[in-house]
C-alpha cells in the first residue's frame, strides 16, 4: 500500500512590526505588511505544487495559533 504524499507547509506569521512566510525548507522572506506576505506565499505555494505534493498554507491569527489560509482569502 502506498503511502499518501507528505504535504508541504507554508506558514504566514506575524514576526515583530512585519511579516515572515516560513516552509518546511526554511524562510522564504520577511515583508512589511500582511498582503506581501499572503502573495508571496501564494506565489511559493504555486511554485511548490509543482512537486506532486499536496500544499497547505497557515496564517497566524492575533492569538498565535495557525489557521487555514483559504487561497481565495482577501487580505485584511
Known amino acids: 500500500m502506498e503511502q ?3 504535504s508541504i507547509s507554508i ?3 506575524r514576526i515583530g512590526d ?3 512566510v516560513i516552509s518546511d525548507g526554511g524562510s522564504v522572506g520577511d515583508f512589511p505588511y500582511r498582503v506581501d506576505a ?3 506565499a501564494l506565489r ?3 511554485a511548490a505544487e509543482g512537486s506532486g505534493r499536496p500544499v497547505e498554507i497557515l496564517l497566524q491569527q492575533p492569538g498565535g495559533e495557525l489557521r487555514s489560509f483559504a487561497r481565495s482569502n482577501p487580505a485584511q
Open 4 to 6: 499518501p504524499p507528505v
Open 11 to 13: 506558514a504566514i506569521l
Open 18 to 20: 512585519g511579516w515572515r
Open 38 to 40: 499572503e502573495e508571496a
Open 44 to 46: 511559493f505555494a504555486a
